[in-house]
């Protein structure tokens, strides 16, 4: 996995993340105001918003906004990224301001969601840097850093970041989102073909704490 | 937990599920086709649809068929209901027919996706019983079972299908999909305050197991 | 036709009808506010959403929310149920607070629309009551009861409440609304077959009369 | 009332019904096919659509386009003079063909759903002769003929097609269609403010009857 | 091209444009306010809708409204007749108020984008006289005036304004917005089929500025 | 201006524009059939869809998935792209397949459209290589060249292709689409202050003249 930071010229923070063949696009956008239902709290909101260019797969797909709605796959990893990149920010040291974190894929091969997250996070810490430059923010609204794996069973091989052909053949895909400090901010695991076991469970969140931290440090490359 | 079934004349299944507050109910409906994605396989199809009354809830929220446009979260639990029916069913064996799962909450307290879940195997082992008699399916579709529980920790203490007021204020919030034999389907943890260790994340798995295993037990009784 | 009240806990009024076949929840929601048009008259507000269940039917048919748009029929009878309730309030008595009652069809069998009226105003009464009891209201909103009756022709026989099966083969169809001292709200006849004469349109309008004098018994008892 | 035949030059039937400050532009177009679910059956279709200019009223309104959704009140009209144009046709000789009613109100000034109507049938009549004159149709489908008026209470006295003023102003709206031969199609009968009696709703259908009259004697008229 | 004024009672400003076969009714309304983004400026705004009724063409084409879009065509010829008559107007002589021009085009057999703009001129300088009258202005908004043309070439010909039997044959398609003062506003010319050299294009332009200046008298003497 | 080929790995031709601080991505995706209405002719069909990313702006803007509607300027820039292509390409050599073409603007800053017709040429051109290494066409559907450039009058200099800041302060702006042999294919020149004479229309012209011959040059050298 490859970080360029500051891709664009006019986001606040701003990465493309490559990964096999995998590109997404991250761009963090601060807001001096909050959602309505937030005003008047003290307290800042982080969203984020997933989408793939036509073009990014194999076969081109329509886009949502000829179709006019949003599919179900689209809405489901949006929330996916917008939860897991809350879990990493204070709040109340961020004051009644907004960031939300586009994340485009101009290639999939697999992994698009993680790579979104991990990307996401280096972009968000950049836009939270150039806030408090300015002053923004009543303290540092940034209380840790969040990583994401995808692992699967292939056969009966639990493997790291399966790339678009393992994942079609995968039995059983799991995303996992971790701490820098390696805790869980998410687990979703879903059994494609057979159900598995709590054995099975366990060697995959091995794995996924293996590649989680690999990607942590990373990052950490990346934003000095 | 009850499971009242037939509550519906028309459908081929039906089911209302009442847990505390909550009451969903659930409609299974037989079509002898596939969509057009799947026609010419020889493979059957199970989907899902998931919604809230607008006053279901304490306060009344809009309906989506108003505001023209599905929310997220709607997106997220349907696409969840339909992963985890597909769980226990035998495509081959279903021929080229579809079953459609309605869950619709009539009375929302917490627990509203997992009930559905819950409910909806009942109703589409009932479909599927109504198919066979007609002797539309070439095998017996059904390979097994499927329920599913939420469970949370308030304050510290992991505890088994929260209310909706344990549901606000827990700090982590995980929905389990097993199969009656005990395996996973389905695992979405996610921390919404402090992220989780893999210790916590052991005991709700063990709280979930047992949820799960007594709802298998319920769905075995109101099917005999 | 069995009215029961209090269905639902949260909202302020709620009725369960069931006639015939026909299962209809109808939730009466106050909310403090008036829709902008209205800000600053002094004056309430009455609006009604009506909508079936997708397998309320005998064929399953496609939610409106994934639609994306709401048909004809469903507007139309919303508009009526609006119409018909608005007709037993004083708005100036309600002072600028709103009701919103929301019928929803859960099972079909002919006579929805009428359900709902009849239903509806004692949800209506039940939120009214509520609102009196927390002195919302400068006055007694409520000014009269309205209830409702399909009358039809089939062969040549003029029928009261046809159900699902005869209100296919009716002629001709019309839905009254009486308030409870028997004076027309509404009155919509239509002509499905033959057009109907002068002599005709006395004897269902006779028919009508009577069946919306016992459903207003019905209500007055259930509200006892 | 005016009516001015062949408006426009490509439809197969059209016409500019004038009356009062109202202007709706109708026209009939012939489609030699009908809606999927209605084929194969022999049979023909009949359907209206109903839409106002945005500056066809003494306020602006926005576009139905624009704003993406159609509102009520274009439904439950367009709707109307379907099912009142469709009393007038025999669908068997028909054939399988379609004739669409687009009814476009240019200026509104009270009575445009009744003028639709009146106006509509002329540019059926014309259309469907259009498709005699080339041997389209089996048999002719032209059974009636059609004509509608609006009746109303100022005050306390009936009163015949109120223009805008007076419609604002009335107790009761009344909507009636009636055949060329005296015989209802449609009763639509709305208490706007106080209910109305038996005794009242005799005379506003009297005073129907003679107007609807006096339009079919215009119609034929025209058409002769 | 005739120019009828005042054929709306209600609107300020109001034209019916006839052209060969084509029909456009033209309405201009007075708002007193502006859009959120003008509001403060002190400047006013104008802007433009263009629609086609669904049975002005030879085919019937399915409204806009029901399909629930605007197509890509009518964006475009909207933004056009906007583009064009903001030309001819002072914002700050307008103070913060806005007209909306809108163009409905009852019957098309070629042109109706330019007799669109050129109508709508003549409905803009009377909404704007109607305005002064009332003293809405701190000036005189109006500066110019603007007349479009259509020209293309057929086989080698080049043409003004062409019917829709000729557009459809045309290799080239030109429309030409220019000033009553002779200076272009708008030019937008296409190679439907072969592309055009400098020569064939001063050639049109020649055409264009001839037709331009007759519609301009037409115009002055529709409004003297 | 930059060109860069194949930057995506799965269409079938893909450029990278860079143009300024201006990035586009450019991607023809090949279909082996043809729209409804175009079937059975035997032509091919090529149709292209421009976008924005969110943070290509130096403000954030909505994404029109979410907003449910494609905005004016999108559609009017999508046709104009759509339009120019189909100037270099033989429909029949083409055979019945469609391509199309998705210009996704990565980061604004001035020209977007131009740019955008200029790359979309190139991957283009690649796409029909593609086709005819798999002898998909029946003769070689490539006619021509065709490239794009902007040209303005920023105070009384007519400059050509002016980045955003420029762009914001011209008074005129134009857009010329021309072949690779010095023909033109589309001239869209639009007075945004002052209308313009023909000596300036001339003189613009000249400098788009100049600057195409340039961007051809740049076209030939990237896919040699």
Redo the contacts between chains.
């Keep these: 996995m490859t970080i360029t930071r500051n891709w664009?010229?006019?986001?606040e923070g701003?990465v493309l993340v490559e990964f096999g063949?995998t590109k997404v696009?991250c761009?963090a956008?601060v807001?001096d105001s909050v959602p309505r239902w937030r005003k008047g709290s003290g307290l800042g909101w982080i969203t984020a918003?997933y989408?793939m260019?036509?073009?990014?797969?194999?076969t081109?797909s329509d886009?949502?906004?000829?179709k006019?709605?949003?599919?179900?796959?689209?809405?489901?990893i949006?929330?996916l990224i917008g939860?897991s990149l809350r879990?990493c920010v204070n709040y109340k040291a961020m004051g009644e301001n907004s960031i939300?974190l586009?994340c485009?894929v101009?290639?999939a091969?697999g992994g698009t969601r993680t790579a979104s997250i991990t990307g996401a996070y280096v972009a968000l810490a950049d836009a939270i840097a150039w806030m408090r430059k300015r002053r923004m923010c009543p303290g540092d609204p940034l209380v840790g850093s969040v990583a994401a794996v995808s692992v699967g069973v292939v056969g009966t091989t639990p493997m790291l970041d399966l790339c678009y052909t393992e994942d079609v053949a995968a039995e059983t895909d799991?995303n996992v989102v971790?701490?820098g400090?390696?805790?869980?901010?998410?687990?979703?695991?879903?059994?494609e073909g057979?159900?598995?076991?709590?054995e099975l469970?366990g060697r995959l969140?091995d794995l996924a704490t293996e590649g989680c931290a690999q990607l942590t440090e990373l990052q950490r490359k990346a934003l000095a």
Excluded at 68 to 76: L, M
Aim: charged content about 25%.
């Design positions: 664009l010229a006019h986001a701003s063949g696009l761009a956008s807001q918003e989408s260019l036509p073009r990014s797969t194999n081109r886009r949502e906004s000829i006019g709605k949003i599919g179900g796959r689209t809405h489901e949006s929330r939860r879990a939300i586009d485009d101009l290639q091969d799991m971790m701490t400090g390696g805790e869980f901010v998410e687990v979703q695991g879903t059994a057979a159900p598995f076991d709590r469970l969140l």
